[in-house]
């Protein structure tokens, strides 16, 4: 079992930036691939970005050039740094992470961010 405890959301005005950190814990001895979701009200919950452990990385269109998704394999903790802040990058951000590339996927809690002035 993984779990996985994720930190850094809040409030902040448009333009502005934030940064999540997602830790992962439990009977692991690497994990394949750590990502972000996302899902806004009424929305499908929706890949940010995805990094595998060999650094290749994901993103979608919309936070292409404002977001940049990093990880940390000796501490099992990914990070997702996000600059120039839109009111529609509001949701819930799940931490998400596969042991290989198969399912079973292990979600967080998720963490609120809202973009708003």
């Known amino acids: 079992q993984v779990q996985l405890v994720e930190s850094g959301g809040g409030l902040v005005q448009p333009g502005g930036s934030l940064r999540l950190s997602c830790a992962a814990s439990?009977?692991?001895?690497?994990?394949?691939?750590m990502g972000w979701y996302r899902q806004a009200p009424g929305k499908e919950r929706e890949l940010v970005a995805r990094?595998?452990?060999?650094?290749?990385?994901t993103y979608a269109d919309s936070v292409k050039g404002r977001f940049t998704i990093s990880r940390d394999n000796a501490k099992n903790t990914v990070y997702l740094q996000m600059n120039s802040l839109k009111p529609e990058d509001t949701a819930v951000y799940y931490c998400?992470?596969?042991?290989?590339?198969?399912?079973?996927?292990?979600w967080g809690q998720g963490t609120q961010v809202t973009v708003s002035s």
């Open positions: 998400n992470t596969r042991i290989t590339d198969y399912p079973p996927d292990y």
């Open positions: 439990g009977s692991i001895f690497s994990l394949f691939v």
């Open positions: 990094i595998t452990i060999g650094g290749l990385t």
